[in-house]
């Protein structure tokens, strides 16, 4: 039976048994891991404070060749981002955050960029960073890991580079049109939202969430990340929709 080590976060558990359950990974190196947690649940489990969601662990997992789910034989807590100094709203974030690695995240199928983008958006979260310019960052780097941002650079239509003038995005079609080719259809991406998409893409999360994002340029975005979101995920994001209550 192969004994695997790797540094995970927490994404979600659920019951199993009476005293055990299952608990759901993002390992840099392992992927998605999903795996048994025995006894976590009675009271001197010394597996049941390490492996609450949004802690950041150093995991031993058991598994069989051919087999989904494994068995935790051991874990370690690195530190947990779900702790008193960060407010509701972050904590809503980071459940957002989580959700979308869950749906992204292959089982069993290494993804150290997207392990990195999320240890990464919780480390700036904890340092207070505002909310909304993380949550936008987290959206667009999570969609472009996983292939379903498309390349809005230039215009399909006429060649034109748009990164500084902005553009109109054709989601279903997955390419951008610019202001002289489109004919009004599409999400609008405005000068300071495209502006704001390269800094997204030189800047770590924590950087990039302390600069100035115009309110209108923030609207753009959300539309755009969401809509890309509904397009390629069946299920609406319910973390997502107590966020934005949380923010309004």
Known sequence: MPIHEDDAIVL??????????????IAPELGKIRAVAQ????????LAGCLQPLNHIHVTVFSREGQELGRIQNAELIHSYSG??????????????TELVHAIAQ?????????????????AGENQVPVEPLVRYFEIWSLKISGLYPNYAYCSG????????????????????????????GVFIGSAASLTLQAMASNPPEVFSKLPLEAEAGRQLEQ?????????????????RILKESLT
């Open 158 to 185: 006429c060649g034109k580079c748009v990164k500084e003038d902005g553009f109109f995005a054709l989601i279903k079609h997955g390419y951008a049109l610019c202001r002289d080719c489109n004919s009004g259809k």
């Open 107 to 123: 089982y069993n199928l290494s993804n150290t960029t997207l392990f990195r983008l999320l240890l990464a958006s919780l480390k």
């Open 224 to 240: 755009l990340t969401q809509e890309l979101l509904e397009l390629n995920f069946d299920n609406p994001f319910k973390s997502y």
């Open 84 to 97: 008193k100094i960060v407010s509701l709203n972050h904590v809503f974030a980071f459940s957002y955050f």
């Open 39 to 46: 006894g976590i649940k009675k009271p001197k489990s010394r």
């Open 12 to 25: 979600r558990h659920y019951p199993l048994a009476d005293s055990d359950s299952i608990v759901v990974c």
